[in-house]
């Protein structure tokens, strides 16, 4: 059964940066997509990116297109999302989630995640 879990949120000014990381199993990291996921308060939880294990990475939020970068290193079983330019409102909670890669595009579909992390927060002040 795949595991993953989040770490390295904080409070930070806006304009800082913050690098989150999501260890995983070396099983779930072979063979899982990874994502990253967020929800601020009182909204619903939205598809940040994702990495597959190929390292070919896509971002879904356009609002962090540019702002934040998914990595993945393979040696140490873990995801990363730097993000840089933080503004309030990417205040929310991350998370990282894990999903049999399916092949073709649907490593590209915020849809399918069964392994989810317990979430990290990251709160941007203005």
């Known amino acids: 059964q795949a595991q993953v879990s989040e770490s390295g949120g904080g409070v930070v000014q806006a304009g800082g940066s913050l690098r989150l990381s999501c260890a995983a199993s070396?099983?779930?990291?072979?063979?899982?997509?990874m994502g990253w996921f967020r929800q601020a308060p009182g909204k619903e939880r939205v598809f940040v990116g994702a990495?597959?294990?190929?390292?070919?990475?896509?971002y879904s939020l356009e609002s962090v297109k540019g702002r934040f970068t998914i990595s993945r290193d393979s040696a140490e079983n873990t995801m990363y999302l730097e993000m840089n330019s933080l503004k309030p409102e990417d205040t929310a909670v991350y998370f990282c989630a894990a999903k049999l890669d399916a092949g073709g595009s649907s490593w590209l579909r915020s849809y399918g995640y069964s392994y989810w992390g317990q979430g990290t927060q990251v709160t941007v002040s203005s």
């Open positions: 990495a597959r294990r190929s390292g070919v990475y896509t």
């Open positions: 070396s099983h779930t990291f072979s063979s899982y997509v």
